[in-house]
């Protein structure tokens, strides 16, 4: 069946420091990858995506690769800011949508 | 651009009372979603529809109801509230084919007391 593991919060790190949060999924077929951030008190915004094997999606300085051979698509920034606190779901596409449980990450000055 | 709209977003029951969530969508999505999320958790599904007349079960159906008559509004209801349904709702839609990311509402705060 599909399935996404997510890597345990909470995160803390400091502004300017490189952050990963690893996913890895189990699924059938080819499905497309997806990280959601959610701000405090709000709903889920698409944060990046990749359809494919080798796939980089990219925003707001967050890339995250496709990677088949390993099954994962790991969430990495150079450079976190505070206004980055979140919390960051991985998600998969096959049948249905199937979520991470979610990292929460907090930013410190 | 008005995306998913839900309504109430906030809102407290006393246990026993029922309840409709609204949820409506202007991108002509097929696909509809109601989510719940507990506190620290993640999202576990409730209810989808693929189209209009169209629901099918989630993970965690038990407690509630759904309609899907029109492609725009996929209301949820709760019948018989109890304490446990107190969690964050969320709407979330998708187009049929493509990459087909969700898009989510803002979400819909109930508490059972």
């Known amino acids: 069946g599909n399935s996404v593991t997510q890597m345990e919060g909470p995160v803390t790190l400091s502004e300017e420091a490189f952050l990963t949060i690893n996913c890895t999924y189990t699924?059938?077929?080819?499905?497309?990858l997806f990280w959601y951030v959610q701000y405090p008190g709000e709903g889920l915004q698409l944060l990046l995506k990749?359809?494919?094997?080798?796939d980089k999606g990219s925003n707001k300085g967050f890339e995250a690769t496709y990677r088949k051979e390993t099954t994962s698509f790991h969430l990495e920034k150079g450079s976190v800011q505070v206004s980055d606190s979140a919390v960051y779901f991985c998600?998969?596409?096959?049948?249905?949508?199937?979520f991470g449980t979610g990292t929460s990450l907090t930013v410190i000055p | 651009n008005a995306g998913v709209t839900q309504t109430p977003k906030f809102r407290i029951l006393k246990i026993g009372q029922s309840m409709t969530l609204q949820c409506t969508q202007d991108?002509?999505?097929?696909?509809m979603y109601w989510y719940r999320q507990d506190p620290g958790m993640g999202l576990k599904l409730i209810y989808y529809?693929?189209?209009?007349?169209?629901?099918d079960k989630g993970e965690v159906p038990n407690g509630y109801n759904v309609s899907r008559s029109t492609t725009e509004d996929f209301p949820l209801r709760l019948e018989l509230a109890a304490p446990s349904q107190t969690s964050v709702y969320f709407c979330?839609?998708?187009?049929?084919?493509?990459?087909?990311?969700?898009?989510f509402g803002e979400g819909s705060r109930l508490t059972v007391l």
């Open positions: 979330a839609s998708s187009y049929l084919t493509g990459p087909g990311e969700l898009f």
């Open positions: 699924a059938t077929g080819y499905p497309s």
């Open positions: 990749a359809t494919k094997a080798d």
């Open positions: 998600a998969l596409r096959g049948n249905q949508f199937y």
């Open positions: 991108m002509n999505h097929n696909y």
């Open positions: 529809s693929v189209g209009a007349g169209i629901t």
